[in-house]
């Protein structure tokens, strides 16, 4: 279902990513679209400190759908930075939408890197240019943006997936940046997904905050938040389907492929968690409401001291009940089953391993994917989220990353 042939799937889309001012690596990036009548939407993180990327995108947002490029600049988030930062990332887009002909709000800006420092504008507005005049179609140039974009990532991630609407082939394509500062309220990280398909801003809207619910909003590295998060959705219609304009099978069939992809592109996140040696999925099931399943899954999946058990390949499932019970959700725990790797570590309540079968269970903990499972017995609610271990290596980064 998912292809790994990425960015490049979408036709109609030129890449750029260059390196700025002294920079040793790629630093600006830019997507633009030769496709005039491109739309987007987007959304954004709920952190109370916005930083001017995300403020400027949001006002853009308010004037119009149409969306023909997206500028990102990383190793400075350009968060907290004041008036001077707001119209410093004003000066970029200006300088996009005149270098590409095109107006200021049909640009999405976004930052990513150290909070509290102000731009090398000049730096940066060269880069813009630079970028601009190198813009071209292409596997390599689209590899140019994403590694433009990455941070504390370790590897690209990108993806696509292809499908039919009233026989004509649609593609979904995206990348992902991100590999710290992970728990979104949103998407904590920055995300571009392109489309062919014909379909209405408003109804992208729709579909993209379907997904993002049961995605991007299930995923966490670290337990915080960015002041930075964005997803990009741009929709050029090359497709040429019968536009998508109102709920129904075509909308549906949409809808479920970019979930599919988005799905795919959040747990790609996880997987280049800073210093991650362990995939975990949690699933909390059979609860009353869709917000219990949702707080003790995070309870869990943020706990330290399950990541860390987790991290030295150990079966301490008391920690697991620890998060449940700080959850606080007054759920009544006596008649839980929890499970492990398929183990069913505690069943109705009560202790459920004996001695050879935790010998087992223990094992199976030098796999990198880590599955737990707790049914609640109380409900027909539940979630999927997905997470990762702490390691030395994460505590490594993010004390020598500069701040």
């Given amino acids: 279902m998912i292809n790994k042939a990425g960015l490049t799937a979408v036709k109609g889309f030129k890449y750029a990513g260059i390196n700025a001012g002294d920079s040793k690596k790629k630093n600006i990036g830019l997507i633009y679209s030769t496709t005039e009548e491109t739309y987007g939407v987007a959304v954004y993180t709920k952190s109370d400190v916005l930083a001017a990327p995300v403020m400027i995108s949001k006002e853009n947002d308010a004037i119009t759908n149409k969306k023909r490029a997206v500028l990102i600049n990383s190793g400075n988030a350009n968060a907290f930075t004041g008036k001077k930062g707001f119209n410093d990332a004003k000066s970029c887009t200006n300088k996009a939408a005149i270098l590409l002909d095109i107006k200021p709000e049909e640009v999405y800006i976004g930052s990513t890197g150290i909070i509290g420092r102000e731009l090398d504008v000049d730096s940066i507005l060269n880069g813009v240019k630079k970028s601009a005049k190198d813009l071209m179609e292409g596997e390599n140039k689209a590899l140019d943006f994403i ?19 009233d026989g004509k082939p649609v593609n979904i394509a995206s990348c992902a940046k991100g590999a710290g500062m992970i728990m979104p309220n949103m998407a904590t990280m920055l995300c571009v997904i392109t489309t062919d398909a014909k379909i209405t801003p408003t109804m992208m809207s729709k579909a993209l905050n379907a997904s993002v619910e049961h995605t991007f909003n299930c995923i966490t590295i670290d337990g915080d938040t960015s002041t930075n998060d964005s997803i990009f959705l741009l929709s050029n219609g090359l497709a040429n389907n019968e536009i998508i304009d109102s709920e129904g099978e075509n909308f549906s069939i949409f809808t479920q492929k970019l979930h599919l992809l988005m799905e795919h592109m959040a747990k790609e996140v996880v997987n280049d ?9 949690i699933k909390v099931i059979n609860t009353p409401t869709r917000e219990n399943a949702k707080s003790i899954a995070f309870s869990i999946g943020n706990s330290p001291l399950v990541k860390t058990t987790f991290y030295g390949q150990q079966l301490n499932w008391g920690r697991i009940l620890m998060a449940i019970g700080k959850a606080q959700t007054g759920l009544n725990c006596n008649i839980i089953d929890i499970y492990v790797n398929g183990f069913r570590v505690v069943g109705d309540g009560e202790p459920a391993l004996s001695s050879e079968e935790f010998k087992k269970a223990e094992q199976s903990l030098s796999d990198r994917n880590i599955d737990i499972l707790i049914d609640f017995k109380q409900g027909d609610d539940k979630i999927t989220v997905w997470t990762c271990d702490y390691s030395i290596d994460y505590i490594k980064i993010n004390a020598n990353y500069i701040t």
């Fill in 147 to 165: 590694e433009a974009i990455m941070t504390t990532d370790t590897r690209v991630k990108q993806a696509s997936i292809s499908f039919e609407i």
């Fill in 273 to 281: 968690g800073e210093g991650i040696t362990k995939f975990i999925t």
